[in-house]
């Protein structure tokens, strides 16, 4: 089992960066594919970008591709993701959650795939 911490979010304005990390204190996280999913107010949580547990293969949603860049960092045992040209409707809580797969495995995009989540960071874009 993985306990995950998502960080990083805050109020920001329309077009600034912002970098989330989710962060496990367990060292099999190595071992586990991660996604990023988001929630906005009145929404379905959704998928925004995923890395397989290389860290050779990401995938993005495509509202997110280009401004969005998953990474993983196994010496630190996190795994972030950078949000670049913020916008209004990326407000949300965004949820970093994580399945353990074999290394060859490309990561999932749906929610039901992974077997641990975070409790979210909130990210708010104001204009």
């Known amino acids: 089992q993985v306990e995950l911490v998502e960080s990083g979010g805050g109020l920001v304005q329309a077009g600034d960066s912002l970098r989330l990390t989710c962060t496990s204190s367990r060292s099999r996280f190595r071992e586990y594919a991660v996604g990023w999913f988001r929630q906005a107010p009145g929404q379905e949580r959704g998928f925004v970008a995923a890395?397989?547990?290389?860290?050779?293969?990401?995938v993005y949603d495509n509202s997110v591709k280009g401004r969005f860049t998953v990474s993983r960092d196994k010496a630190k045992n996190t795994v972030s993701l950078q949000i670049n040209g913020l916008k209004l409707e990326d407000t949300a809580v965004y949820y970093c959650?994580?399945?353990?797969?074999?290394?060859?495995?490309?990561?999932?995009?749906?929610?039901?795939?992974?077997?641990?989540w975070g409790q979210g960071t909130q990210v708010t874009v104001s204009s």
């Open positions: 890395i397989s547990r290389s860290g050779g293969n990401t």
């Open positions: 959650a994580a399945r353990r797969t074999i290394l060859t495995a490309s990561p999932d995009i749906t929610a039901d795939a992974y077997h641990y």
